[in-house]
């Protein structure tokens, strides 16, 4: 089978936010207690904080973390979470049916955001939460000093305003699954009040608009509608969500990377519907602030206990490769999407899992996403392909799904291509456009395994060196196994 991909570096999408390799803790599972945060542990410092898996957090170069939920957040009052610890109320999560202590609360992420160089994007409660308690958060966080809340800041040892940027605007409100769950219309108001608050108390910051969960609940794409007429001049994002699984057809989890595009190209339009209803100049930026796979099918509740094994996916090679297509979905859209969060980023469906008191290991996931963050920097380009396909639930599908992006500092061009044919496929790059190009290096990742993981033990899937491509008549020809993702960069 061949595919062939024409590249021109004036056929740009737009340039790569770095905001789009953003990643997600909640108060889930393992992901803050023993995930991020281990006392006693023998990799964690002063704090807590486990330093090895820090370390893989800064090899992902992840930017920004979004904060402390999730479905966790509806039900959360986050003056709980602040103060002298022995203070802090232990309280029941009806989320995840999970007990929290509130040890690790808003001060310690900010210091361990501080600590992995990561810019915090929080959120705040509009489940059981009022539009008061958001303008509280605000003014702990960002107000200077002189007042109840952001004296009670530095009272808890914080002289300086945190200066949070990013706020979500609670979380998933479209599900009937959330704790105090809304309609559109009940949603828009309340968020609009909040935001009023928000930003009385800091007009600098920047909010995020709950957009629908998914593209299979009912109310998609009224929600989205309904909620950006109202919220269209107070909001600067609206929020994606979406996650993928294999049922019983690998076509169809083989073709999530096509879907998630049709799913973005929906909002967009909806945002550009109301865009024109209103008469407006703005255009609307969407927050992709959860995506990933994840088998949510076979989650069970935690059973009232404090940090539990729950949503600990074990991802293998196949995960992978749909992960990687996601990711190039992502880049192909950066015109729109400004912000991204891998859902989520340590223990619960995560490239980085660890050990109570133990080691670390990187899941398949972490490979691609760590190839995309640090070599998909600069401008993505559109291709244009053509190529064999295949039927899915989701209609016809290129078998190859690539992402292109170019940096003209460095003179780099990085290609990222994931092969969904159980077959050898060709790949055809005509990058006419760009001069002379040699080709620098090829990472693949593949088995012949496609159900292969990884373990503290056994790293199974990662990269392995591929052949280098020949580049002639500005023309490469790669040669893709079957089942597999790879990895080129060229200089020009
Ligand atoms: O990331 C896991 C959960 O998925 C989040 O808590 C929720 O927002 C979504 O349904």
């Known amino acids: 089978m061949k595919t062939k991909l024409f590249i021109d570096k004036n056929l740009t999408i737009g340039k790569v936010s770095n905001l789009l390799f953003g990643s997600f803790i909640e108060h889930l599972g393992r992901a803050v207690y023993t995930g991020i945060y281990e006392p006693g542990h023998p990799k964690a410092d002063k704090d807590g904080f486990r330093q090895d898996v820090i370390d893989l957090i800064k090899e992902l170069k992840v930017p920004m973390v979004r904060y402390p939920g999730g479905n966790f957040l509806s039900g959360y009052n986050w003056e709980d979470g602040i103060g002298p610890k022995e203070?802090?109320?232990?309280?029941?999560?009806?989320?995840?049916?999970?007990?929290?202590?509130?040890?690790?609360?808003?001060?310690?992420?900010?210091?361990?955001?501080?600590?992995?160089?990561?810019?915090?994007?929080?959120?705040?409660?509009?489940?059981?939460?009022?539009?008061?308690?958001a303008g509280n958060i605000v003014e702990y966080c960002n107000f200077p000093k002189g007042t109840y809340y952001s004296d009670l800041r530095i009272k808890n040892g914080h002289k300086e305003p945190y200066n949070i940027k990013y706020w979500c605007l609670g979380n998933e409100m479209d599900g009937p699954w959330q704790i105090c769950h809304l309609n559109a219309e009940d949603y828009a108001k309340k968020a609009l009040e909040t935001?009023?608050?928000?930003?009385?108390?800091?007009?600098?910051?920047?909010?995020?608009a709950c957009g629908?969960?998914?593209?299979?609940?009912e109310t998609y794409p009224d929600w989205?509608?309904?909620?950006?007429?109202?919220?269209?001049?107070?909001?600067?994002?609206?929020?994606?969500h979406r996650y993928y699984w294999y049922e019983d057809s690998l076509e169809d989890f083989f073709a999530s990377y096509h879907d998630m595009d049709n799913f973005i190209h929906t909002i967009k339009s909806t945002a550009d519907f109301v865009k024109?209803?209103?008469?407006?100049?703005?255009?609307?930026?969407?927050?992709?602030?959860?995506?990933n796979v994840w088998y949510l099918n076979k989650w069970k509740p935690g059973g009232w206990k404090k940090a539990p094994h729950i949503l600990e996916d074990h991802y293998s090679l196949k995960d992978a490769l749909?992960?990687?297509?996601?990711?190039?979905?992502?880049?192909?859209n950066v015109d729109r999407v400004e912000i991204a969060a891998l859902a989520q980023l340590v223990n619960v469906i995560a490239p980085i899992f660890t050990k109570e008191g133990g080691g670390v290991f990187k899941q398949t996931i972490f490979y691609p996403f760590y190839?995309?963050?640090?070599?998909?920097?600069?401008?993505?380009?559109?291709?244009?392909?053509?190529?064999?396909?295949?039927?899915?639930?989701?209609?016809?599908?290129?078998?190859?799904?690539?992402?292109?992006?170019?940096?003209?500092?460095?003179?780099?061009?990085?290609?990222?291509?994931?092969?969904?044919?159980?077959?050898?496929m060709e790949v055809e790059l005509e990058l006419r456009s760009f001069g002379r190009v040699e080709a620098l290096t090829h990472k693949v990742m593949t088995h012949d395994d496609l159900e292969i993981k990884n373990t503290f033990d056994e790293e199974n899937v990662k990269f392995v060196e591929g052949?280098?491509?020949t580049v002639k008549n500005d023309v490469a020809t790669l040669e893709l196994g079957p089942l597999s993702y790879h990895v080129y960069r060229f200089k020009y």
């Open 87 to 133: 203070n802090r109320p232990v309280r029941l999560d009806y989320a995840w049916q999970t007990i929290e202590d509130n040890t690790f609360g808003t001060d310690e992420f900010m210091r361990w955001c501080k600590k992995a160089e990561i810019e915090p994007m929080m959120a705040v409660n509009l489940g059981t939460g009022t539009p008061k308690d």
């Open 195 to 208: 935001a009023k608050i928000m930003r009385w108390v800091d007009p600098s910051i920047k909010l995020i």
């Open 212 to 217: 629908s969960s998914n593209a299979e609940i």
């Open 224 to 240: 989205d509608r309904i909620v950006m007429e109202t919220l269209y001049d107070h909001v600067d994002y609206i929020s994606m």
């Open 276 to 291: 024109a209803k209103k008469r407006s100049d703005k255009v609307m930026k969407i927050s992709f602030d959860e995506w």
């Open 322 to 332: 749909v992960f990687s297509g996601l990711l190039n979905t992502l880049v192909n």
């Open 371 to 424: 190839a995309v963050s640090n070599y998909g920097r600069g401008v993505a380009l559109k291709a244009i392909k053509t190529g064999p396909k295949f039927n899915s639930k989701f209609g016809e599908v290129n078998y190859v799904s690539e992402a292109v992006t170019f940096n003209e500092e460095k003179r780099e061009i990085s290609v990222f291509l994931v092969n969904y044919a159980q077959e050898k």
């Open 467 to 469: 052949e280098l491509p």
